[in-house]
């Protein structure tokens, strides 16, 4: 913390104005405050070196535990270039709480801080910027009382795990994998139906790079098997899966990259997965694949500047295609928010949406906090206490919400920031800074200390509530009685992971969507799919899937407390004759599907990709699918009642 030079109240001259020192400061109230000019006796402003030569002095004794709030963007009063410093302690003994420059828009500033009942405040203007008169206004904050019920976690280790780093399904059973990557091999822990584990270990060539910074999952080249991108100090190393999934070939670019955060992203929409590295020291990267299983370095396009951090693609504009959000730090911490025109251009709109930081920002969690249908972002200090709640108003614009959020008061720091729902009720939560902080649904955030560090996070046991990884093994989520539903799209002519596309449900609750995503927070890969809690409702009346393609598929009154696997452009539900009824089972099935109401039918089985893996006449009403690789595939039978189809799920 900075102090204050003492100031010897002998020195001053006879007859100096009230406000022109600390020791003459003007006590204030909640309210307005006209203020002089601001002429006084400088002061050290609290968020930097760079002091003005005068400055204008109050104070201000809290009535009650509380957040205070102070801006000078005052309705009647002059717009004046103001800069603040909020101080604890005596004259002489000074401590900087905060400061602020223009948070408050059009130059003027805006600050929050917890106050303690009885504590005094000085409050300090400097004229950096001017020394004109203006207006200013405390306001005491609402603080969000505690959550009812806060969550517990119990450690859960793996056996022979260690150095995980992704929870992601990796066989296409529906559950989440623990992944591990490494130099000269890899492992997965594989998830079983009973929450046990088996570890498979793929040997590969020594990775040029490892994933010492971040680790990204997708199939990139849509053969039904996830890839693996590395992410290291030197540069970007893919491991990718051959095309039954049993070995992997390195893939290593020459270039120079001080890879931070890796994605996955379709970047010029054209159906085909792309990837994307921040860089530390230069422009950002991509790779964009031409669909044949070639991936070409690129640069400059997203982020032309050093200190890119951490990097998640979001549709904030809701027009069906994924923007960038870099958080930065280091030599250039200007936070960058990348439109995308749908084509593989990207333009930096942050200054113009207020979401350019010069804070420390290593990461950034976004969500629909307030379930309007558009994502909302909290930008997370790595190295300060300050943390930014922006709220996006549909139409692409951003309010600063984080004065009265709870968020204002919350001081922990960390380089992880990320948003899902912990506790299915509806509203995403924050996960950073070494608590988990529910969202009460009223634009505010209570904090639960102690809560694991954040980490790649899945259903690692199969329950519908969310867990996070450690290295090795989960901090299992013990819940609640809140129910969920979990949506796994699977694109056919989208990227077959589906990342970009727009998952929305529709239940008593209201409307809550979730992008589809490769790479949150700044160096784990958490889960591939869509998790929404229910709270108390009962069923989801819809859910609907933008795909990244543009299309869009509804389902109509799915079961809850299940995973749904979707693919695109196939039926999900069974089509039944009332002369033939048609029904089959078990599903998910692991060797024999039972079919019956359709003698004599002939059957074809389609995968994911849309292309017919199995072809043959229903003899009787046993088919064998042992045959069949872990997927979701498309069951049509052809018989007297027509063309019927269903899903199902082979394990």
């Not at 930081?357 to 909290?378: I, R, T």
Request: hydrophobic share 35%; proline share 4%.
């Amino acid at each position: 913390m900075k102090h204050l030079l003492p100031l010897a109240a002998t020195l001053l001259p006879l007859g100096i104005a009230a406000q022109s020192t600390c020791l003459d400061a003007l006590p204030v109230s909640v309210g307005v405050t006209a203020t002089d000019m601001v002429t006084g006796e400088a002061c050290d402003y609290c968020a930097s070196t760079n002091e003005g030569t005068n400055a204008i002095w109050y104070t201000y004794t809290a009535t009650a535990d509380t957040t205070m709030r102070l801006t000078t963007a005052v309705s009647g009063y002059p717009a004046v270039d103001t800069r603040v410093s909020i101080y604890s302690g005596a004259c002489g003994a000074l401590s900087c709480i905060v400061g602020d420059d223009d948070s408050g828009g059009n130059l003027a500033s805006l600050v929050t801080w917890a106050a303690t009942a009885g504590t005094t405040y000085t409050i300090a203007f400097d004229n950096r910027y001017s020394s004109a008169a203006f207006g200013f206004e405390l306001s005491m904050l609402y603080i969000p009382p505690p959550p009812p019920e806060q969550l517990s976690f119990t450690t859960i280790s793996i056996p022979g795990a260690g150095g995980i780093m992704g929870a992601v399904d990796m066989n296409n059973d529906g559950l989440d994998d623990a992944v591990m990557p490494g130099a000269s091999s890899f492992r997965i822990a594989y998830q079983q139906p009973d929450a046990s584990y088996l570890t498979t270990t793929f040997p590969t060539t020594n990775a040029d790079n490892t994933a010492s910074w971040s680790f990204s999952i997708g199939d990139w080249d849509s053969n039904g098997h996830r890839d693996l991108l590395y992410g290291g100090g030197s540069g970007a190393t893919f491991m990718k899966a051959n095309a039954d999934g049993t070995a992997y070939t390195e893939i290593t670019f020459p270039q120079y990259i001080f890879c931070q955060r890796t994605n996955f992203v379709d970047l010029n929409n054209d159906g085909h997965l792309d990837a994307f590295s921040c860089h530390d020291v230069d422009a950002n990267v991509g790779f964009i694949n031409d669909g044949n299983g070639n991936l070409t370095f690129t640069q400059g396009g997203y982020g032309t500047t050093c200190g890119n951090y951490g990097s998640i693609f979001t549709d904030y504009t809701n027009d069906g295609v994924p923007d960038l959000f870099v958080a930065k730090c280091g030599c250039d911490p200007q936070d960058l928010m990348m439109q995308n025109n749908g084509t593989g251009a990207f333009t930096n709109v942050a200054p113009a949406q207020g979401l350019n930081d010069s804070h420390q920002s290593w990461s950034s969690a976004w969500g629909d906090f307030d379930n309007d249908g558009d994502m909302d972002v909290l930008i997370g200090a790595s190295s300060s206490g300050y943390h930014k709640l922006m709220m996006n108003d549909g139409t692409g614009n951003f309010t600063n919400a984080t004065p009265g959020s709870g968020m204002d008061t919350f001081s922990g720091q960390s380089i992880e920031w990320t948003a899902h729902d912990f506790d299915n009720n509806g509203w995403i939560d924050i996960l950073g800074g070494g608590a988990l902080h529910f969202n009460n649904g009223d634009g505010t955030f209570s904090h639960q200390t102690g809560a694991p560090a954040n980490q790649a996070v899945g259903d690692m046991n199969n329950d519908g509530f969310l867990d996070i990884c450690t290295s090795a093994g989960y901090s299992q989520n013990q819940g609640n009685d809140n129910n969920w539903i979990r949506i796994i799209p699977v694109g056919v002519q989208s990227n077959r992971d589906a990342i970009g596309a727009r998952v929305t449900i529709v239940s008593a609750l209201g409307t809550q969507i979730r992008d589809i995503r490769s790479g949150d927070g700044f160096r784990y890969m958490s889960h591939i799919g869509a998790h929404f809690g229910l709270g108390t409702d009962t069923e989801v009346e819809s859910v609907s899937i933008h795909w990244p393609n543009g299309t869009v598929e509804e389902l109509k009154s799915p079961a809850i407390n299940r995973t749904h696997t979707v693919v695109e452009g196939i039926s999900t539900t069974i089509t039944e004759d009332a002369e033939s009824p048609f029904t089959f089972g078990p599903n998910p099935v692991i060797d024999v599907l039972f079919i019956s109401g359709v003698p004599n039918a002939r059957v074809e089985v389609l995968n994911a990709a849309g292309q017919v893996v199995m072809a043959q006449r229903m003899l009787g009403n046993e088919l064998d699918v042992q045959g069949l690789a872990p997927g979701a595939y498309q069951l049509r039978l052809l018989g007297s009642a027509g063309l019927q189809s269903a899903r199902f799920i082979k394990r």
